[in-house]
């Protein structure tokens, strides 16, 4: 599923940055972010602690409603 970040739900110090990176896996968005963080927020690298929040921060654009974390769907496993 694809995966938002908006800069301002990383930190407080972020709040005024209006960013948005979105990628198909939280991979591409990581990578969307770091770039970001670089040129617009003079992070050479990303400190372990701040790379938690982003983790932390991402969410999915779920589909059409775009509701997130509401698309839970256990029990539909087939294992084996
Ligand atoms: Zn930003």
Known sequence: ???QLKCADV???MRGCSFV???RDEAEVMKKAADHAKSAHGMAVIPPDVERKVRAAI???GGPQGVP???VKLGTSKLG
């Open 59 to 61: 969410r999915d654009t």
């Open 1 to 3: 599923m694809a995966k």
């Open 21 to 23: 990176a979105e990628g």
């Open 69 to 71: 974390g509401r698309d």
């Open 11 to 13: 930190d407080a110090k």
